[in-house]
């Protein structure tokens, strides 16, 4: 929660009591983070995919970033 290093892993998972299965909820972890977050949800039966974080596009060379 408090964790200021930069995410690279997705961690998606659902509560089967709450969610129909096709649902998927998204944690995002870094790399330190994305054993302990994955260890808790999979305890718990929630762990469904931990997928690297896709990289955010760049913009055009031409445009201003903000």
Do not use: I, M, Y
């Not at 709450?18 to 999979?42: M, Q």
């Amino acid at each position: 929660k408090a964790c200021r290093a930069p995410a690279r892993w997705q961690l998606e998972w659902n509560n089967p009591r709450l969610h129909r299965p096709a649902r998927r909820k998204t944690w995002l972890a870094c790399d330190d983070h994305r054993s302990s977050l994955s260890d808790f949800l999979d305890v718990r039966g929630f762990l469904r995919d931990v997928v690297p974080l896709p990289a955010a596009p760049r913009p055009p060379a031409d445009q201003p970033t903000a």
